[in-house]
């Protein structure tokens, strides 16, 4: 028994070793016969048409696209800044209006009557301080010869200061009057677009109404508010201190149609936590009053030039496993994968930092389908697309002429 059980053990190890070995030669084949089936495939399989286009160096304008917002610079709520009834409409809704500009008028009545009461009470005290004054100038005169006590003196000199004081508040009292006069005419602080009236002539307005009489948002210049990553960050604020003014476009909805130039006003103090994002702020002259307040709009914000970039367009650059990577075409017409590191984006471009050369031909049509070591067809889709306008048009012309044709044997015939 003590000799069979080493025995027993030693086989074990024997044995493992051995299933090993055939389930290692079993997946080495298993391997190569997929490899060989996918190389056959590959080999008897039609090569797929794709289009191509050429790795190239160029100066890139580099630029960062958002989504903005469009805000006014000022919006002002006007308000009228006395009570009273409402007299006068002097602006037409959706009016462009200039700073000072009229806008309504207020029933001036009760004003101008508290100013001429002011005003008279300013008279009578003025001449009560006019008597007061010649007084104390014949006081003093007496004094002087002494024929009157000093005391009397120094009475009719308070009085005459008293009424000084008297006035100076009578003035006060008619410069508010006259203000509150002037306050019945509503003009316009600031200039701009004003918006829908909110009260009708007839009603009775108050220095406290909350919506006021109408809105006025200034629209020349105006400002965009757009976000930007916290990756970005690094490369504005680089290109800000390169150049103070950076240029900003304004694009529709669409991102079919520039509505205006501007440049780059501001930047956020701080981050968003909760988006990491920063807010940047862009202004427009907006002489074509293309840019409305809460629009939205894509923004292109121009960061530079890279000199002598290589690039690709975008479309080619595809995203796997193993991060950005391309479809190059070799000369064999076959295609492989290449690894790249990509940069900016310019325009319809993308700048790669590193797996390309310039000269190189990558996929940009077809690479749905496409397998590393597929063998490839180029198509060249602009000579199609021209190819089929050109025989579209010539069928139209040929239809036009067999349709004229046809009128004349037919104007023919009835003329027989």
Known sequence: MSTA????????????????????????????????????????AAPMAVGVADVRTMDAPLQLNALGTVTSTNT?????????????????EGQQVKQGQLLAELDARPYQAALTQAEGQLLRDQALLENARLDLARYKQLA????????????QQALTRQYEGTVKVDQGSVAAARINVDYTRVVAPISGRVG??????????????????????QTQPINAVFA????????VLQAARDNKALKVEAWDRDNRHKLA???????????????????????????????????????????????????????????????????????????????VKTGPVSGSDTIIEDGLKPGQRVVIDGVDKLRNGAQVKVIDRAAQAREAASAAAGEAKGQKKHAAGTWGKKHASAAN
Do not use: C, M
């Open 196 to 217: 829908l009236r909110q009260v009708d002539p007839g009603n009775i307005v108050h220095a406290s109404d909350a919506n006021g009489l109408v809105t006025i948002t």
């Open 5 to 44: 059980a080493p025995a027993q053990s030693k086989r074990l190890p024997l044995i493992l070793i051995l299933l090993a070995a055939l389930g290692g030669g079993w997946w080495w084949h298993q391997h190569n016969q997929s490899a060989r089936e996918a190389a056959a495939r590959n080999k008897g």
């Open 144 to 155: 002087s010869q002494n024929s009157i006590a000093k005391q009397q003196v120094d009475t």
């Open 261 to 339: 130039d501007g440049k780059l006003l501001a930047l956020d103090n701080q981050l968003n936590t909760s988006t990491g994002t920063i807010n940047i702020k862009a202004s427009f002259a907006n002489e074509q009053q293309q840019l409305f307040p809460n629009q939205f709009v894509n923004i292109n914000l121009q960061l530079g030039v890279r000199k002598d970039a290589v690039v690709v367009p975008t479309v080619a650059v595809q995203l796997g496993k193993v991060g950005n990577y391309v479809y190059t075409v070799g000369g064999d017409s076959t295609v492989s994968i290449a690894k």
């Open 76 to 92: 002002v709520t006007v308000r009228s800044r006395v009570d009273g009834q409402l007299d006068k409409i002097h602006f037409t």
């Open 228 to 235: 930007v990553p916290e990756t970005s960050l690094a490369s």
